[in-house]
């Protein structure tokens, strides 16, 4: 083999050693990032309901049980407003791009509810709703969080097959929560559990 075909050879090799390096790096970025945020499944939580997209329905279901009676308490103004909705982040969760047109997602919805549940049933502070609506959105969107954090940082969403341009704003209306959209603007979408039924099919 002549030395030119070796020298090709080699510089190949390392190239593809390269990037092979690069594409290991840029997964552990991702994977350390998530192990920071993005909490698991079953985790227990400082309202003792373990985190699970099982409590859909029933976040879902308090933003039109629980949310009229404290909607005009300022822990849940003051929470909310301290927090960016997943779906549209050039709003906050207190009002959603959607909320504009008289309506709401349904993970703007679960949000809602479980503060409304956390001030009225449990007495919780203006920051610990936050903090725990916040690990909720992070649970239930990690795609989102994953997406803001790593722009945050100085690196490119996109390298990551990520997005912080919302969901809203993609035609993700009616994708389930759990594949990165807002779960439906009336029944929630969501076939990883029960179907919340025909009480939550409202205008």
Not at 40 to 55: H, M
Not at 170 to 178: A, E, F, N, Y
Request: charged share 20%; hydrophobic share 40%; aromatic share 8%.
């Amino acid at each position: 083999m002549s030395g030119s075909v070796w020298l090709g050879a080699i510089i190949v090799l390392a190239v593809v050693a390269v990037l092979g390096v690069a594409q290991e790096k840029d997964g552990g970025l991702l994977a350390e990032i998530r192990a920071e945020i993005i909490p698991v499944e079953g985790i227990e939580t400082a309202y003792g309901i373990p985190l699970s997209l099982g409590s859909l329905p029933e976040f879902v279901e308090g933003s039109f049980t629980i949310v009229p009676s404290v909607e005009k308490d300022a822990r849940y103004i003051d929470s909310l407003t301290a927090l960016v909705a997943p779906c549209c982040d050039d709003n906050t969760a207190y009002h959603c791009c959607c909320e504009k047109g008289g309506q709401a997602c349904n993970i703007i919805r679960s949000g809602k509810g479980l503060a409304a549940y956390l001030i009225r049933d449990l007495n919780f502070e203006p920051e610990q709703v936050q903090a725990s609506v916040l690990e909720w959105f992070r649970f239930a969107r990690p795609d989102y969080h994953l997406a803001a954090e790593l722009d945050a940082r100085g690196f490119d969403p996109a390298d990551h097959g990520l997005t912080t341009y919302g969901s809203c704003y993609r035609g993700m209306c009616d994708t389930p929560i759990s594949q990165g959209g807002c779960g439906g603007m009336k029944e929630l979408i969501e076939p990883a559990i029960e179907s919340v039924g025909d009480s939550k099919n409202r205008d």
